[in-house]
């Protein structure tokens, strides 16, 4: 019965009739497993959908700490899972978000351990706008949300600038124009400059260091940050979000001075003052230094008016009190109680000069009196009478030291003539019992067959009485 559903369905009567009428003949069956199946989908998908774009709206956009982002695009019809890595998605001027409608280009990939197709997307692209246009729009509002572009936080520019600073590239016009103007105007100003790159990839972290770095050098108070016109894509590093952090944290006051009038870019919004140009910028530093040396030329000349009306009021005043009765002969008084004045001065001057005359001679006479209980001196013959005596004890002391010696070593040859020891080293021996508590003196002390022990001048021998002898 199985062997019916071996052969094909879709054949037609003759050739069926001679096909059973002959043997039955088995079909090859393929059978795949299923990783060798999504394998081969895998094959058909990425090799016939290798480059494609596709158009619709983000949704479920989700960034995961890997860096990778994954998303889902949909239309009205349909709707495809999405992928983008990091490595592709660090290049992205703007942010994706949910409800954005883009343009993606990648390729249709299998995800093999779910079974699922995706849209693998190395770019993206905002459709019916710019990317740098969104990215910019999007920066712009989230640094205003923060207050960045708040007006209250905005700093004037110093009157009098010690030291200006300018963060700029070296091979521009911009940092020309703005020498230019400053030599001009200002030709006695302090500058310090710090080249950065202005332009291409990796600009914005240069100009970040650089405005990071001018700031803490000594004496800047003032800073010109910006470069010459261009292109957006030129003048792009200072629409990164690391410049407008760097501009809001320094702590002097930053001038943008980016591209020409009609160019705008984040940094101007962040900055506390805004150049349409570079040229601009340095007017604006030295201007108000212009303005303040005007200030200080009008008050000058309204000083000098307000002193000269004093004056002469005050001649004035003068004249007409000369001019009374009671004050005929100010002028003769005031010349006599001058010529007192100077009297008394004259006196005074001599009674001062003796009265310090005579404190001299007391300091003199006080520091001869002092110089014979000098502590110095006192000290130096107490150190001479103690080294004298010090000599005449170390004499006396070795003296001593030799007398004793010298009886020592007599004592010490006495001591050896009558030791023992010295006895016995001239071939003595000493006899004692056997437990050694007495000295045998005479031979009737000890009898045959006694233990007895003898010691000699290096060591000791055991020994038995065999035979006794008296000396009587």
Request: with cysteine; net charge positive.
């Amino acid at each position: 019965m199985s062997d019916l559903f071996d052969v094909p369905f879709e054949f037609d009567d003759e050739r069926n009739d001679r096909d059973l009428a002959a043997a039955p003949r088995r079909i090859e069956r393929r059978i795949y497993s299923v990783t060798e199946l999504t394998a081969a989908i895998r094959g058909l998908f990425e090799s016939r959908f290798a480059d494609l774009w596709v158009e619709g709206e983000i949704s479920n956009c989700r960034v995961w700490n890997t860096g990778h982002m994954y998303f889902t695009l949909k239309d009205g019809g349909a709707q495809i899972k999405a992928v983008m890595f990091r490595t592709s998605l660090r290049y992205l001027r703007f942010k994706p978000e949910d409800g954005l409608h883009v343009v993606a280009r990648g390729r249709l990939g299998v995800y093999e351990p779910k079974g699922e197709y995706q849209l693998v997307c190395d770019h993206l692209e905002p459709h019916g706008l710019g990317a740098l246009q969104l990215a910019f729009d999007q920066l712009k509002k989230r640094l205003q949300a923060e207050g960045l572009f708040a007006r209250e936080r905005k700093r004037p520019l110093p009157a009098l600038p010690r030291r200006i600073g300018i963060v700029t590239s070296l091979d521009g016009a911009a940092i020309r124009d703005i020498l230019k103007v400053l030599r001009r105007r200002a030709p006695n100003a302090s500058v310090l400059i710090r080249p950065t790159r202005v332009q291409g990839e990796g600009a914005a972290d240069d100009v970040a260091r650089a405005l990071k770095a001018i700031v803490r050098a000594r004496g800047v108070d003032v800073v010109i940050v910006g470069r010459g016109g261009g292109s957006i894509e030129d003048l792009w590093a200072f629409n990164e979000e690391i410049v407008a952090r760097a501009i809001a944290a320094s702590p002097v006051p930053v001038i943008s001075a980016v591209g020409h009038e009609v160019d705008v870019t984040i940094a101007d919004f962040v900055a506390d003052l805004r150049a349409p140009t570079p040229s601009a910028a340095a007017e604006m530093v030295v201007a108000a230094n212009d303005e303040f040396c005007h200030r200080i030329d009008r008050l000058t000349g309204r000083l000098r008016a307000a002193a000269h009306a004093d004056l002469q009021r005050r001649r004035n005043v003068v004249h007409l009190l000369s001019t009374r009765r009671g004050l005929a002969a100010f002028p003769a008084r005031l010349a006599m109680r001058g010529r007192h004045a100077a009297e008394w001065t004259h006196q005074l001057r001599g009674v001062t000069r003796a009265l310090v005359a005579r404190k001299a001679r007391h300091y003199r006479s006080l520091g001869q009196r002092l110089e014979t209980h000098d502590l110095a001196r006192r000290l130096a013959a107490i150190r001479g009478r103690l080294t004298a005596a010090e000599g005449r004890l170390t004499g006396a002391a070795r003296r001593a030291q030799h007398r004793s010696e010298s009886r020592f070593r007599a004592l010490a040859g006495r001591l050896e003539n009558l030791s023992p020891l010295a006895v016995l080293g001239r071939g003595y021996a000493v006899c004692w019992n056997e437990d050694k508590t007495a000295i045998v003196r005479s031979a009737a002390a000890v009898h045959p067959g006694d233990a007895v022990r003898v010691t000699l001048a290096d060591g000791e021998l055991a020994c038995r009485v065999e035979d006794m002898k008296s000396r009587v």
